[in-house]
């Protein structure tokens, strides 16, 4: 009798999952990151005795936009859809008569009723299809509930320290891989998986890798009260550090990183302060500036102390204060403008004359000495060389056709022939050589004057 009940179970259950089925999932819940899909059965449908995790040839998976579809076949991953429409599953072992050639689904539904009475009349196979939120999963608060060190490094000044900090916010993450998801996380689950199972976990993590994070933000120069800023780096620096847990384990990764508020204690942010305004110091024009308004502070002060031998006191003992210290403003402002002068960048240095030329800040000599002043070079001693060109009246030696201080024309008789590249005058004017003996250049009509 048996036998015969298990072979009327497995030609009833094997015409029961011949129908093809259409696999769908709602709009998924933000606390929801996995659940199983559902297959529509309406009032009116045929389909209510097939038998559940059974996933017929030609049946249909419907994907939304935010999710990513999965078909498990015997705990194997077989199919994978994260692209939204409409999925035909064709790669499964139960045939149709309504999916495909009419002859292979009998063969095949044959096939299946022998293997379902060698089961006892069921069909020995588990398929089941698996939805992902793909979605930004976001309102995940975190707090650092004991302070975080926070490396200090300010380049300016040569800061380099670390303090304590206290920071609390939101962060977002999403799922990045549902494959690496599915098998080191949310497993065989038969309902639905939520975030309140991973949620402590993760934040725990979160606040584990602050640490390193923040020593990656502080090495790009960034303050610890202009993180709120910074949080897309903020959100990499995460990432780099919590990708070997994260996304190469379990799929994930930190989409957001939002900080409302990041505080340092008093003393921190105190001895921060006075180690900043110590820095300013080192220049000699703030010392001196910090030094000439605490002894205008302290002129005000004794001015008014009552009675005339108080103020005589006050000044008294600033005076003595000044004296003692060795240093006044004048003087630090002195040493700030030295400095200033020295720090500064080095005047261009004015265009070389040529050998024997003159300029009105001296004549050059041929051994490259500029500037001389007297009648022999400072630097060789050699004399300073006759300017060549005719003489005017006025005293001034020209080259061209009048006189460059009074105007007046070059009178006749003067050098008619004068090199137009070094200025040489020939010792005949009117019967000049063929080639400049000064520097080899020729004569012809340019040479003319």
């Given amino acids: 009798m048996g036998l015969i009940k298990a072979g009327l179970d497995a030609v009833g259950g094997a015409f029961a999952d011949a129908w093809r089925e259409f696999f769908y999932c709602e709009s998924i819940e933000q606390d929801t990151l996995a659940c199983k899909g559902e297959k529509r059965v309406g009032g009116r449908s045929s389909n209510k005795k097939g038998t559940d995790n059974i996933i017929t040839n030609g049946s249909i998976v419907a994907v939304a936009d935010g999710q990513c579809m999965m078909i498990v076949d015997q705990g194997r991953v077989t199919e994978v859809s994260a692209e939204p429409g409409e999925f035909i599953y064709n790669s499964g072992t139960e045939s149709s008569v309504f999916y495909g050639d009419l002859s292979e689904g009998i063969m095949g539904m044959l096939r299946s009723m022998g293997r379902r009475v060698t089961m006892g009349g069921e069909p020995g196979k588990d398929q089941r299809v698996y939805y992902f939120n793909t979605k930004e999963i976001m309102g995940n608060k975190y707090g650092t509930p004991s302070p975080v060190p926070f490396r200090i490094v300010d380049r300016n000044i040569g800061l380099d320290i670390d303090i304590s900090v206290r920071c609390h916010g939101e962060y977002s993450y999403k799922i990045t891989n549902p494959l690496l998801f599915y098998a080191n996380v949310c497993g065989n689950v038969t309902a639905a998986y939520t975030r309140d199972k991973i949620d402590s976990q993760l934040k725990t993590e979160v606040l584990t890798a602050l640490q390193p994070a923040f020593a990656k933000i502080s090495e790009m120069g960034i303050r610890y009260s202009a993180i709120p800023a910074h949080t897309a780096e903020l959100s990499d620096a995460m990432n780099a550090v919590l990708s070997a847990k994260w996304a190469e384990h379990r799929g994930l990764a930190i989409v ?183 520097c080899g250049d020729a004569f012809d009509e340019n040479d003319a004057k």
């Fill in 256 to 438: 957001s990183f939002g900080v409302n508020a990041i505080n340092a204690s008093e003393e921190d942010e105190r001895m921060i302060k006075e180690l900043q305004r110590d820095a300013t110091l080192r220049n000699p024009t703030m010392a001196a500036a910090r030094l000439a308004g605490a002894q205008a502070q302290a002129m005000q002060d004794a001015a008014k102390n009552q009675g005339a031998g108080g103020a005589f006191m006050g000044f008294a003992a600033m005076g003595m204060a000044q004296n003692a210290g060795g240093a006044n403003a004048q003087n630090l402002f002195a040493l700030g403008q030295q400095q200033a002068q020295q720090a500064a960048p080095p005047a261009a240095p004015a265009p070389a004359q040529p050998a024997g030329g003159a300029s009105a800040a001296g004549w050059t000599c041929a051994c490259g000495a500029a500037g001389n002043a007297g009648k022999f070079c400072a630097e060789c001693g050699k004399p300073k060389p006759e300017q060549q060109g005719w003489a005017c009246a006025c005293g001034a030696v020209n080259r061209g056709k009048f006189c460059a201080e009074c105007g007046k024309p070059k009178p006749a008789g003067a050098p008619l022939y004068q090199c137009d590249k070094c200025g040489w005058t020939p010792p005949d004017p009117h019967n000049p050589p063929k080639f400049c003996p000064e």
